[in-house]
């Protein structure tokens, strides 16, 4: 339950309560994170294996690409499971005659993920995926895998902004890439071991509304309510954020 004094602790039903709450506080909302949110901020990744799943990541001669071979030693490698490692639109879905089957996403801001040498594919362009969906499996398809099961990765960045990263050789649009806030790709070469999967969020979940609410000081809050049940997901969370004004009662 929320704590008293917040302005919609008294009762509507959960679907009034998210229309009159999401329409009036997102607006006031936006006014306060809206002009901040401009600077192209790489995205927030986790590992593209289940969470808890621990890999070897080597740069070899190709940094900042890596390549992801399954601990401890090497074995489930081929098929293992492909996620997401964080949300954002298919751009790229197709077999390359050298790089085997590929998918590359869109995290917005300019920034894209590239998995090349799967064994299979499980997204089309278009498709809409959450940290943590599985979009595909490891392999060896391609030539330039060599013939041995591992997962090539690249984070793009778009920097000519002709809408997707260009990857797969030197010069490409490839940039390190950052797990679970750790940098990795700085140089050839390089192997990091034991490499543990924080990608642990449940998918998103379609059904779940987030709702913002206005303390009678103008501290900001929010939870969830999930529109399956019309329950919260969570309580009602107070954040240090304020309006910056003393709303009127709504
Ligand atoms: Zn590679």
């Given at each position: 339950m929320p704590a008293s004094g917040t302005t919609w602790r008294n009762l509507m039903p959960p679907s009034t309560l998210l229309r009159a709450v999401v329409t009036t506080a997102l607006v006031a909302a936006f006014s306060v994170f809206g002009t901040a949110s401009h600077a192209m901020a790489a995205p927030d990744l986790q590992l593209p294996f289940?969470?808890?799943?621990?890999?070897?990541?080597?740069?070899?001669?190709?940094?900042?690409?890596?390549?992801?071979?399954?601990?401890?030693?090497?074995?489930?490698?081929?098929?293992?499971?492909?996620?997401?490692?964080?949300?954002?639109?298919?751009?790229?879905?197709?077999?390359?005659?050298?790089?085997?089957?590929?998918?590359?996403?869109?995290?917005?801001?300019?920034?894209?993920?590239?998995?090349?040498?799967?064994?299979?594919?499980?997204?089309?362009?278009?498709?809409?995926?959450?940290?943590?969906?599985?979009?595909?499996?490891?392999?060896?398809?391609?030539?330039?895998?060599?013939?041995?099961?591992?997962?090539?990765?690249?984070?793009?960045?778009?920097?000519?902004?002709?809408?997707?990263?260009?990857w797969g050789f030197a010069g490409s649009e490839r940039v390190k890439p950052t797990f679970n806030g750790v940098t990795y790709g700085q140089s050839n070469n390089q192997t990091w071991r034991n490499v543990e999967s924080r990608n642990c969020s449940a998918p998103s979940p379609e059904g779940t509304a987030s709702v913002y609410g206005v303390l009678p000081d103008g501290r900001l809050t929010y939870t969830a309510i999930d529109a399956a049940s019309g329950k919260r997901t969570h309580g009602a969370v107070v954040s240090t954020a304020t309006l910056g004004f003393t709303p009127k009662a709504m």
């Open positions: 289940p969470c808890g799943q621990k890999w070897r990541l080597d740069t070899w001669a190709h940094a900042p690409a890596v390549d992801m071979v399954k601990e401890p030693d090497q074995h489930g490698t081929d098929g293992a499971t492909l996620v997401a490692p964080a949300a954002g639109t298919v751009n790229q879905s197709y077999k390359h005659g050298n790089a085997g089957n590929m998918i590359q996403i869109n995290h917005g801001g300019g920034y894209f993920t590239t998995y090349i040498h799967l064994q299979s594919r499980a997204v089309s362009v278009g498709d809409r995926v959450q940290r943590g969906a599985m979009i595909g499996k490891v392999g060896k398809t391609g030539e330039t895998s060599n013939g041995h099961p591992h997962l090539h990765f690249e984070l793009g960045r778009d920097s000519d902004g002709n809408g997707s990263a260009s």
